[in-house]
């Protein structure tokens, strides 16, 4: 287990180092130059070259890649060019939106979606099997902006359960907190809820086919009892594989659902900062966002090696 640990570690290490390259040099080509955005178009030319030397456009990019590199890897991201404010502290100040807004809804997904998937596939081309396949096919195809959106007309305008977006704070405490994030979360959840209860159906029915399965139920277990003891545990590593993207996606996907709901989180930080053409907020967050889907993927391969041994002895 630790020489499987270190290799997927270094592997991590690896995806970081070119991925840091890849997201720094692809956004300082992009068309467009910070200081003249910020100074307008009748800005004089020696104007914008001060400009452009306070915030360190001037140096050469390679050198500005190694300090921005070296500034992530102790927590300084830079300064904004925009707001003149620590990175780190716009990043942290959002993360705390953003990260708590993920991690309830993949929550409201896994609930949803494991025991929706295992009924599904226990009643295999029955009326219940068809019903939950057919509302699965209808949370993939509906947008979840447009989900978004119905939420807040019912439950925020009409009905006035909710508030129709913002975010409470946390000094306002944690039911505040849970209660202002509940309808971005569903608009999140209920489509990856939907793909995730697919997966799961479709690898039981996989698992349920497989010898040692037809052997247990030979031995006298009924359908569900070996579904639950032997089916469930071997089907999970598609499932922990969905599990992890989705979390990187909630994470890094939500900047239209943090659009509808006014909520001050990464999306809606990187969305502002690509408008003002602000790149260290940008390169910073996406670098951010990168890291997060890596550890992630890192976490699910270990979770891979928890649930099958055999996976240790392949690699």
Known sequence: MIRYTLKRFLSLCISLAVASLLIFFVIEIAPGDPASFMLGINAQPDTVAALRAELGLDVPKFERYLAWAQGMLTGDFGMSYTYRTPVSQMVADRLWVSLPLALFALALSTIIALPAGIYAAARRGKTGDVAVMSATQLGVAIP?????????????????????????????????????????????????????????????????SEDFMRTARAKGLTTTQTLWKHGLRNALIPVLTIIGLQFSFLLAG???????????????????????????????????????????????DLAYATVDPRLRVRT
């Open 254 to 300: 939500g900047i239209i659902i943090e659009q509808v709901f006014y909520l001050p989180g990464l999306g809606r930080l990187v969305f502002q900062a690509i408008s003002a053409r602000d790149l260290i907020v940008v390169e910073s967050v996406v670098m951010l966002l990168v890291f997060a889907v890596i550890v992630v993927n890192f976490a699910v």
């Open 144 to 208: 979840n902006f447009w989900f978004a959106m119905m939420l807040v007309l019912i439950f925020a305008i009409k009905l006035r359960w909710f508030a129709g977006g913002g975010f409470a704070g946390w000094d306002k405490g944690l039911g505040a907190v849970m209660w202002s994030l509940t309808l971005p979360a569903i608009s999140l959840a209920l489509p990856q809820a939907a793909i995730l209860a697919r997966v799961m159906r479709s690898a039981l029915l996989d698992v349920m």
